[in-house]
Structure formats: structure tokens, C-alpha cells
């Protein structure tokens, strides 16, 4: 049970997909402008890596292993991400037009977003298991999500003050995102 949670506690704060392996970075410099298209983002995010996780590693623990086709994880993981976006998408189009509006076209690149593929293809280099595999995406998920959030709400209050011309917009932006990363370092501290 403790291993379990350290896989969920390492993914999220420990080896923040984006503040520590600098995955993703795009939409998290991209939606972190409005906490509820940041937060939006997230769930979408938490949703499709933790399924992709599940799913990756079913698919290459029963079918991609005993067949001896390992070189084709990479290809299978991406149609697995692509799918899963997809029904994220016709869900939202559906139930929720205003989110879908506001992620415009930051939803659809979530198939591209090189996180989501990279937890997929780092929990099968660490040999993780399937409730280990799902466990590690929900965890880099909500980091993401936790990390998204926090420059969200930086940035608001960024917004409201009074900066020298050189450095608004994307500079304080990356200067904050620095920070953030700097701190979330301390977190290495954790692990026991």
C-alpha cells in the first residue's frame, strides 16, 4: 500500500510531468490564463491519462509483450491517446458546448500533448504493473492539474499589477513557471 502511494505522490509532486520532465508545456503555458479553462484542462487531462495509462499498459502486458512487437508501442499508445481524446471531445461538444468553446483548440492537442505519451511509455520502462500504471497517470495527472492551476491563479494576480514593459506578457509568464518548477523541487525531499 505504501509503494502505491508513493507512486501517486512521486508522479504528482515529486516528477511533476511539467515542472520537473517539462512535459506538456504548451497547454500549460497556453490554458493557464483563465483558472476555469485551466481547471477544465485538468479534468480533461486526469481523464484521458489516467485511462490511457490502464489501457497502454493492458495493451502492452497481454498484446504488445507476448507477440514481441515492443517496437510498436509508441505507434499504439499514440492510437490509444487519439481515441480517448476523441470521446473527451464528443462528450464535451455534447454535455458541456461552454468548456468545449473555452479549451478550443487546446482539447484536441491533448492527443499530441507528450505527457499524456509519456507517462504511458515511462510506467512500461519502470515495469509498472496495471493498477501501478493507472495509479502513476492519475498521479502525473493531477500534478499537471496542480500545476496548471497554480499559474493560472499566478497569473491573475499578475495581471492586476503594474509591470515594467519588458517583462509582461510571456517573460513573467516563464520567469514564474521557473519558480514554480525551482519550487516543486524541494518536494524531492519527500521520498522515503
Known amino acids: 500500500m505504501k ?42 487531462v486526469i481523464f484521458v491519462i489516467t485511462i490511457a495509462s490502464g489501457v497502454a499498459s493492458l495493451l502492452y502486458d497481454y498484446v504488445l509483450a507476448p507477440l514481441g512487437l515492443d517496437y510498436m508501442k509508441t505507434i499504439v499508445f ?14 464535451l461538444k455534447k454535455r458541456s458546448p461552454a468548456i468545449y468553446k473555452t479549451l478550443g483548440i ?25 493498477l501501478e500504471s493507472v495509479l502513476s497517470g492519475f498521479g502525473t495527472a493531477v500534478g499537471y492539474t496542480l500545476a496548471i492551476i497554480l499559474l493560472a491563479s499566478i497569473r491573475s494576480r499578475i495581471n492586476e499589477e503594474d509591470l ?14 521557473a519558480l514554480m518548477s525551482i519550487a516543486f523541487m524541494g518536494f524531492a525531499e519527500l521520498a522515503f
Open 106 to 130: 487546446y482539447l484536441p492537442l491533448i492527443t499530441t500533448n507528450c505527457a499524456v505519451l509519456g507517462v504511458a511509455l515511462t510506467n512500461v520502462q519502470n515495469g509498472f504493473n496495471f
Open 78 to 91: 499514440i492510437l490509444v491517446i487519439a481515441a480517448l481524446v476523441q470521446i473527451v471531445e464528443m462528450f
Open 164 to 177: 515594467p514593459a519588458p517583462l509582461r506578457g510571456a517573460p513573467i509568464v516563464l520567469i514564474s513557471a
Open 3 to 44: 509503494s502505491l502511494i508513493l507512486i501517486i505522490v512521486g508522479s504528482a509532486l515529486i516528477h511533476n510531468v511539467v515542472l520537473n520532465q517539462f512535459l506538456g508545456i504548451c497547454s500549460f503555458l497556453g490554458m493557464s490564463k483563465q483558472m476555469k479553462a485551466s481547471a477544465s484542462l485538468g479534468g480533461a
